[in-house]
C-alpha cells in the first residue's frame, strides 16, 4: 500500500456530532494537543448532525482558534452512520481516523494508530475495547449478543468489539464511497473490504459529559439494519420456520386421525385454539421479516441522499482563497470530482447513489 498525501493533509479526524456542546471543550482539550504531537499536518472534521442545542454555535466560536478545525453542518438530524459518512466524503486526508464526541474512545491512541499504519503497510487499523468495566452490565451483555450474532451472520472478519473508532487510508476510504449502500454500518463495510488491517486495544472510558445518544431503541435499530444489510439468515430461518410449523401441522393431524379411529373424539377447543396462534405467529414473522427486506429495496430505489449538507467551513475558506492562489482541492486525487455549488438555494445532496 502506498500513501496518497491528499491536499498536504496527512491526517484527518472525522467527529459526528448531535448535541454535544457539554463535552465539546473537553474533546478540544484532549485531542488538540494529541494531534498538535503527532508532527503532522492535520485536519479536524466535525460533522453537526442537525444539532439542536448550541453545538453549532460552539463550533465556530472554536474554530476561531483553531485553524485546523473544519465544520461540516447538515441541514437536518440524518442519524449517526450518516453523518459519518458525509465526514468520510469531506475529509481530505492521506489517512482518516473516525471516532466519538463523548471521549469514551481515547483520542490519544490516534497516534498509535496512525504509526501502526505505517509501519505495516495497513489500510485499516481498528480501535479494540479490550475493556468494558465502565459501561453499564446491560450494555456489556447486549454488545456482547450484537458482535456474537454478527460474526456467526456475516463471518469472522468482523472484529468483535469494534466500534466505529478507526483509522482508514485513502485507498479505503476512497473505496467505501464508491459503495452504493444507502444504509450504512461501517462496523461490518470496513472489514468487508478486505484490505489489510491491525489492531490497537484500549480500556473504553465513561462518557465524558452529556447524555448517550445511542439508548436501546437505535440499538435494536442498529442490529436490524446490521443483519438485513449483510445477511439473508432472516429469510432462511422464515423457511425454516415455515417447514416446522408443516410438520408440526402434520404430527397435529395425525394424531387426531388416531383419535378419530379410536374413537376417543373429544371437542377440543384448546388444541384448535393452539395451532391457529401457532400459524398465525409463524406467518406474521414471516411476513415481518420479508417486509424488512422489501422496504430497504424500496428505500434503495427512491435513490435519496442519506444527508444533506448545508455548509462546509473548508469550502468557505477555499472560496475566500485570492484570484491566482491555488485552492485545496476538497475531492480525493482518485475519487470523484469535488461537487458543484447548487444553484437556485437548492440543498447540497451527499452521498447520491448511481443511476
Known amino acids: 500500500m502506498t500513501a496518497v498525501h491528499h491536499d498536504r493533509t496527512e491526517l484527518s479526524v472525522v467527529i459526528p456530532m448531535y448535541n454535544e456542546e457539554e463535552v465539546l471543550p473537553v474533546l478540544v482539550e484532549r485531542l488538540r494537543p494529541v494531534l498538535d504531537g503527532t508532527g503532522v499536518s492535520y485536519e479536524v472534521v466535525a460533522v453537526d448532525d442537525g444539532s439542536t442545542d448550541k453545538t453549532a454555535a460552539r463550533l465556530e466560536d472554536l474554530r476561531a482558534g483553531w485553524p485546523q478545525l473544519r465544520v461540516v453542518a447538515l441541514r437536518r438530524n440524518s442519524g449517526h452512520q450518516a453523518a459519518l459518512t458525509a465526514g468520510l466524503h469531506s475529509a481530505r486526508g492521506a489517512y482518516v481516523a473516525s471516532i466519538d464526541a463523548d471521549l469514551q474512545d481515547p ?25 468494558r468495566s465502565t459501561d453499564t452490565g446491560f450494555k456489556r451483555r447486549t454488545a456482547g449478543a450484537y458482535y456474537w450474532l454478527i460474526r456467526r451472520l456475516v463471518g469472522k472478519s468482523v472484529p468483535s468489539q469494534a466500534g466505529d473508532f478507526r483509522l ?16 450504512q454500518v461501517y462496523r461490518l463495510l470496513v472489514p468487508w473490504l478486505g484490505f489489510p488491517s491491525g489492531q490497537v486495544t484500549y480500556q473504553r472510558d465513561e462518557r465524558a ?7 436501546l431503541r437505535k440499538m435494536v435499530g442498529l442490529a436490524i439494519t446490521s443483519i438485513t444489510s449483510f445477511s439473508a439468515a432472516p429469510l432462511r430461518l422464515a423457511t425454516w420456520l415455515g417447514v416446522v410449523s408443516f410438520f408440526t401441522c402434520l404430527a397435529m393431524l395425525v394424531f387426531t386421525l388416531t383419535a378419530y379411529a379410536l374413537g376417543n373424539t373429544v371437542p377440543g377447543w384448546t388444541s384448535l385454539f393452539t395451532a391457529m396462534l401457532f400459524l398465525g405467529g409463524v406467518q406474521l414473522i414471516c411476513f415481518g421479516l420479508l417486509g424488512e427486506y422489501v422496504g430497504r429495496i424500496y428505500t434503495a430505489v427512491q ?7 448545508a455548509s462546509d467551513s473548508g469550502r468557505t475558506a477555499e ?33 447520491l447513489p448511481p443511476a
Open 107 to 131: 483520542p490519544e491512541k490516534i497516534p498509535e494508530m496512525l504509526d501502526l499504519a505505517k509501519a505495516q503497510r495497513l489500510d485499516i487499523v481498528y480501535g479494540i475495547r479490550s475493556d
Open 168 to 183: 482508514l487510508s485513502r485507498e479505503a476510504v476512497d473505496a467505501l464511497k464508491t459503495l452504493p449502500d444507502q444504509q
Open 209 to 215: 459529559a452529556g447524555e448517550t445518544k445511542y439508548p
Open 303 to 309: 435513490q435519496r441522499p442519506t444527508y444533506f449538507i
Open 319 to 351: 472560496a475566500a482563497t485570492p484570484a491566482g492562489t491555488p485552492a485545496a482541492s476538497t475531492a480525493p486525487a482518485n475519487g470523484p470530482a469535488a461537487e458543484p455549488k447548487v444553484p437556485s438555494g437548492r440543498p447540497e445532496a451527499g452521498q
